[in-house]
């Protein structure tokens, strides 16, 4: 199975300050299915569901402020948060999901400097 | 609008089996594959299969295959997912969610706890 490392483990920002995170897969992420990049990212609060930033590598979901996007290909992926608000603090995690079984990275925890 | 509500919360003695019920509404239920996740306190996020509501075949990871079962009332738009020879390290919140994109997932349920413990 594809294996994503996430990094770094925690990130310590300011709010205003722009967050880059960074996602990198054991072997290439695509598919047939998905013209993009089979790749995912959400956003978890704690007690929350997960929320889907971004799919496709760099497609925004609904709803979704453009302070986010995801950027990357084959192996090497990043979320980047333009501006943080203070919303924004939370744990971030990438899915792969171009071949079976789609698989999770271990998270990236965006805290409060 | 969208909303994936599960079943309450259960607590099961090890070795037993629970059954997670999720009631789709707000879109066409058997458009959208429906994937099952768990999560367990303080860990990442583990993908347990997916179902596909319209012909209900589903598809299992090969962590769960011979203990889960995903099937789906399409008269009442609910999925189900039954986890069987339950241990402590089943205890997790578990999640359904509707896929998107052909293998990412848009909507998540509020979520399940499920405590084994003797």
């Known amino acids: 199975e594809t294996v994503l490392t996430q990094s770094p483990g925690t990130l310590s920002l300011s709010p205003g300050e722009r967050a880059t995170l960074s996602c990198r897969a054991s072997q290439s992420v695509s598919s047939r299915a998905s013209q993009s990049g089979s790749l995912a990212w959400y956003q978890q609060k704690p007690g929350q569901a997960p929320r889907l930033l971004i799919y496709?590598?760099?497609s925004r979901a609904t709803g979704i402020p453009d302070r986010f996007s995801g950027s990357g290909s084959g192996t090497d992926f990043t979320l980047t948060i333009s501006r943080l608000e203070p919303e924004d603090f939370a744990v971030y995690y990438c899915?792969?999901?171009?071949?079976?079984?789609?698989?999770f990275g271990q998270g990236t925890k965006l805290e409060i400097k | 609008q969208v909303q994936l509500v599960q079943s309450g919360a259960e607590v099961r003695n090890p070795g037993a089996s629970v059954k997670v019920s999720c009631k789709a509404s707000?879109?066409?239920?058997?458009?959208?594959?429906m994937h099952w996740l768990r999560q367990a306190a303080g860990q990442g996020l583990e993908w347990m299969g997916r179902?596909?509501?319209?012909?209900?075949?589903?598809n299992y990871a090969q962590n769960f295959q011979g203990r889960v079962t995903m099937t789906r009332d399409t008269s009442i738009n609910t999925a189900y997912m039954e986890l069987s020879r339950l241990t402590s390290g089943d205890t997790a919140v578990y999640y359904c969610?509707?896929?998107?994109?052909?293998?990412?997932?848009?909507?998540w349920g509020q979520g399940t706890l499920v405590t084994v413990s003797s």
């Open positions: 969610a509707r896929e998107w994109d052909y293998g990412a997932v848009d909507y």
């Open positions: 496709g590598a760099s």
């Open positions: 707000g879109y066409t239920f058997t458009g959208y594959y």
């Open positions: 179902i596909n509501p319209n012909s209900g075949a589903p």
């Open positions: 899915q792969q999901y171009g071949s079976s079984p789609p698989t």
